[in-house]
């Protein structure tokens, strides 16, 4: 429970809550919400994988924020090399060479899969994909892009076209240059297939046709989510990735891989690619490489592309590109990572523990359709019914159409859950340093939680 009673009282933190509260609403403008119908949490502090409110109520860290703190909140080795690298040098414009930022592209680029070896640095995901895109065009000097339905690549200009869910809407002008595709997902097959063989195929057969309609001397790049993230978890079929690889190796079409989400531990591995055996020509990154502790992402840039821009200049650039606090977070998380075994944790979390566990929860509510996941990378696609796989809420549900999901939520939150939730579906991904007993922690609220969802379904108030 949340109780302040039943949580330690080292997170009954003192503060004028009401006077946070009252400076948000008065001053704060939210992402991706309408600023008169929210009332955000006040949060006094967080640890591992635990926040906490001014009241002392503690939650278990199931969102990893936004899927980013993958080595958990107030790391002491990243909390550190921020300090003393604020003691030394707090900023440096981008032209300059700087221990922290080479040091961080070093470790990186020994992390990245194939030649991904020079890295261009962003302060963040969205900034990533807006230069990997501009990157392709010049190199191939094509103008479009194909990007996937079911995707997040971003809120920024070029990476919010990319992206191929409803928070785009508003924003597309239909201009953008982007041609869209339907990736893999066998569970909600586009392709009357029933096996992931036939998935793959069929999707692999839908890409390539797509890019024969569209010229494939018009194309420049086909971006894809390695393993789609915020649209559901989706892992793509045995043999689907490395078939994009080949036609767009056949078509001279560069492949960008949107990593920002699975990277860095995330699926038990440093990045999702090596699940797959696949080198993409550009790799977009941020979230895990420092846990969000200073806004960061980038670029993994391939040696065939790095060379186009040798004697002619690359036309972009960020004042902060490569941030000496942010550099330093990076290196001090990826040695942490490195030395504490923490992408190995996550591998094991999520076979011995999330894995088992959530199918375990699925066998006994009739609101789970399906999981699917890795490492500390998991999603349950919610249903009212589980023959029909009618999604629990409608696509892009708001208001009392929403109820079914925000019911769920607030059994969670009730609980000490912080939950991940979109559309239909409840994501798992805590910290990727998230222990045994933590993960089973989080498991048994779920599992509790889950009863919400279950009294809408069609078969409410069966037992199983």
């Known amino acids: 429970m949340t109780s302040q009673d039943s949580t330690p009282a080292a997170f009954a933190v003192p503060g004028d809550k009401g006077a946070v509260k009252a400076a948000d609403r008065a001053h704060v403008f939210h992402s991706w919400s309408a600023q008169g119908r929210i009332d955000p949490l006040a949060v006094a502090g967080a640890e591992g994988a635990y926040f906490w409110d001014y009241d002392g109520n503690r939650y278990l860290d199931f969102s990893s924020q936004l899927v980013n703190t993958n080595i958990g909140h107030q790391h002491p080795k990243v909390v550190a090399a921020i300090q003393e690298q604020a003691g030394r040098l707090c900023t440096l414009a981008p032209g300059f060479a700087v221990d922290v930022r080479s040091e961080a592209a070093r470790l990186i680029a020994a992390r990245t899969p194939g030649d991904l070896d020079r890295i261009f640095f962003t302060n963040g995901g969205a900034e990533a994909i807006e230069n990997a895109v501009r990157m392709a065009r010049v190199h191939t000097g094509r103008p479009k892009v194909m990007a996937a339905y079911r995707s997040y690549h971003g809120a920024t200009a070029a990476a919010i076209n990319l992206t191929g869910e409803p928070r785009r809407w508003a924003s597309d002008t239909g201009t953008a240059g982007v041609v869209r595709f339907f990736g893999p997902h066998l569970y909600r097959s586009h392709f009357h297939a029933t ?9 692999l057969e839908h890409l390539e046709q797509t890019i024969l309609f569209e010229g494939p001397h018009t194309l420049a790049a086909v971006v894809l989510e390695t393993i789609v993230g915020t649209a559901g978890v989706l892992m793509p079929p045995e043999g689907y990735l490395a078939g994009v690889r080949e036609i767009c190796d056949r078509h001279g079409i560069l492949l960008v891989l949107d990593e920002v989400m699975a990277g860095f531990g995330r699926t038990g591995t440093w990045f999702a690619a090596d699940l797959y055996d696949v080198v993409p020509d550009l790799l977009t990154f941020a979230k895990g490489v420092n846990s969000g502790y200073v806004p960061l992402g980038g670029v993994a840039i391939s040696q065939a592309v790095a060379a186009t821009f040798d004697d002619r200049p690359y036309p972009g650039g960020l004042t902060y590109s490569g941030h000496p606090l942010a550099c330093a977070s990076a290196v001090a998380t990826l040695n942490a990572m490195a030395e504490e ?12 523990v999330l894995g088992p566990g959530l199918r375990e929860i699925a066998a006994r509510h009739p609101s789970v359709g399906e999981v699917r996941g890795t490492g500390v990378f998991w999603a349950l696609d919610l249903v009212r019914d589980r023959e029909t796989r009618e999604p629990l809420v409608p696509y892009n549900a708001s208001g009392d159409a929403a109820k079914p999901m925000n019911d769920f939520a607030a059994a969670c939150k009730t609980r000490g859950l912080w939950p991940f939730v979109n559309m239909n579906r409840t994501h798992v991904v805590p910290p990727c340093t998230v222990t045994e007993s933590e993960a089973k922690e989080g498991l048994a609220v779920l599992d509790e939680a889950l009863s919400a969802a279950d009294a809408h379904t069609t078969d409410a108030g069966r037992v199983r």
């Open 195 to 203: 096996t992931e063989a036939e998935e793959c195929a069929r999707a």
């Open 341 to 352: 075994g923490i992408v190995e944790n996550a591998a094991r979390i999520g076979e011995d």
